[in-house]
């Protein structure tokens, strides 16, 4: 895994982490998030993020889903996701707090090392978020299996 991480735009298909050669796209739908932003970590247990991309909506956004492609990550890499958006449950039914860290609902793995219930429902912030995990399932032997 590369220390360089440049970004690309990516693409909204397939959601979830989708390993490349050159780097990972990242993809989630959300149709009434405002502001996205990817949270990339080295480990299970890290602290701080290494880099927080902020999705522009101009050109990482396909109709409802947030992408983007980061050059150089790959297996191994750790991350969730923060959005932004109407914040009205009672008009509207949504609640987005870009404060709290949120697991990708297409990962393939997760790790709850650092999860805690109690702080993760309060109202606080805090790094208490499952994060999902960057795996490479491209070389997986399924044998005879096949969708139904």
């Known amino acids: 895994m590369s220390t360089s991480f440049g970004t ?3 693409r ?3 959601p979830g982490a ?18 996205v932003w990817l949270n990339l970590y080295r ?6 993020p290494f880099r927080v991309i902020e999705l522009d909506p101009a050109h990482n956004r396909t109709f409802y889903f947030w992408h983007v492609f980061v050059e150089g990550a790959g297996p191994g890499v750790y991350y969730t996701w923060k959005l932004d958006g109407p914040d009205d449950t009672s008009r509207s039914g949504l609640r987005f707090d870009p404060r ?6 297409w990962a393939r793995c997760v790790s709850d090392l ?20 960057v795996v490479d399932d491209g070389g997986y032997d399924w044998e005879d299996d096949a969708p139904v």
Do not use: K
């Open 114 to 133: 650092i999860w805690d219930r109690s702080r993760a429902a309060s109202q606080q912030p805090g790094n208490t978020a499952i994060r999902a995990v």
């Open 8 to 10: 690309r735009f990516g």
């Open 12 to 14: 909204g298909f397939p």
């Open 43 to 48: 480990s299970a247990d890290a602290h701080r």
């Open 18 to 35: 989708s390993v490349f050669p050159d780097g990972v796209n990242f993809s989630i739908f959300s149709r009434h998030a405002t502001a």
């Open 100 to 105: 709290h860290e949120l697991l990708d609902p």
